[in-house]
């Protein structure tokens, strides 16, 4: 099982719009008032799902965020929610783990995705209230690719995510890296970490008359670590499980699954960028160089009934055989090189006669 609690704070640093604050006070002045740390001494389990909740019955029921996500989607409200916080405070847990509370059943390591065409998959496959959390773009790709990609996804969730009932989570170090009309206007909820577990909520709203964005404090929230039941390690990596050659020993447990996804989108990214780096090098080949490497493998790419070269196989072959690509400007003009320097090669045969036949 595992235990963590949320609950309301008061942060009067963070808001500063009075009119907006007495709506935010209405709707949960009950629990500003009533609550104090103080006066959270008695504290009961509830069981919720696979999970376990603290609380107090003066106060109310717990999970506090999790209840408000629920409510939006049962009223098909969009959710959108990134998570801040320096490197190694587990931002990408505990997306994680609010994606586990809203959908016990159904959120798995599939829903947790890098790239767009697999958000796009969950988008259409995964069941309605399924999370999807879009995970940094460290493990995938460039960041100005990631920033244009995340642009992509949140615009697919403005069109679609009304209807599909799927809220987006989004670790990432600080909100200021993404573009600023999503951080201003698509982000309704904004999850600080402090440490491993420990975060506040902000409710996000936009001004609609003046360029204006403000967060209100929602709740304070403190997780313990999912599945410490079934291992009580706090961290996968350096655990001789985690990528056990002998699949039956491997660990299964969901953080253990997540930490081997990542771990081969990662390597993937090593391997492309290996592959660009040797891309980059034979791009600064000459021509004669080149030509050196395509000979070898002349009879694929040369037409014998029309006695030229076949400039789109020579491309083919080159990069097929050497992992060599070539532009088109430069395939003409290598084909022509090639057709200098080897003219024996492409001199026209001589034709036999009827007579000579004959003869023969």
Not at 171 to 186: D, G, H, T
Not at 255 to 276: F, L, P, S, T, V
């Amino acid at each position: 099982m595992s235990y963590y609690q949320e609950f309301s704070v008061h942060d009067s640093e963070v808001e500063t719009n009075p009119d907006m604050q007495s709506l935010m006070e209405s709707k949960y002045g009950s629990y500003l008032e009533m609550l104090d740390k103080k006066n959270l001494v008695k504290l009961g389990k509830y069981q919720i799902g696979h999970h376990e909740f603290l609380i107090n019955s003066e106060l109310g029921y717990y999970p506090y965020f999790s209840i408000e996500m629920r409510e939006r989607i049962r009223k098909k409200k969009i959710i959108n929610c990134i998570v801040t916080g320096e490197g190694g405070l587990g931002k990408s847990y505990q997306a994680t783990d609010f994606c586990r509370v809203l959908a016990p059943k159904t959120f798995t390591v599939d829903d947790i995705v890098f790239l767009y065409p697999d958000f796009l998959r969950c988008v259409l496959t995964s069941p309605r209230g399924t999370p999807i959390m879009y995970d940094e773009p460290s493990y995938a790709m460039s960041k100005l690719d990631w920033f244009k990609e995340i642009t992509k996804a949140l615009v697919k969730t403005i069109e679609s995510f009304r209807f599909k009932g799927k809220p987006l989570f989004i670790p990432i170090i600080n909100k200021a890296l993404l573009e600023k009309s999503i951080r201003s206007y698509l982000i309704q909820y904004h999850v600080t970490m402090h440490d491993r577990g420990k975060a506040t909520v902000y409710r996000t709203f936009s001004s609609q008359f003046k360029d204006k964005q403000y967060n209100y404090g929602m709740c304070d929230i403190e997780y313990k670590l999912f599945d410490n039941n079934l291992c009580d390690r706090d961290s996968c990596l350096g655990c001789r499980q985690l990528h056990a050659r002998d699949l039956g020993k491997r660990c299964n447990i969901f953080r253990a699954q997540y930490e081997r996804k990542k771990a081969n989108i990662q390597n993937k990214r090593y391997k492309d960028d290996m592959q660009d780096a040797i891309n980059k090098e034979k791009g600064e080949l000459s021509y004669d160089e080149i030509e050196e490497l395509a000979m070898p493998f002349f009879d694929k790419f040369y037409l014998e009934d029309k006695n030229k070269i076949d400039v789109d196989m020579l491309a083919v072959v080159l990069w097929k055989e050497e992992g060599i690509k070539v532009g088109h400007n430069k395939i003409y003009r290598l084909a022509k090189q090639i057709m200098y320097d080897n003219p024996k090669l492409f001199s026209p045969k001589p034709k036999i006669s009827v007579d000579t036949a004959q003869d023969a």
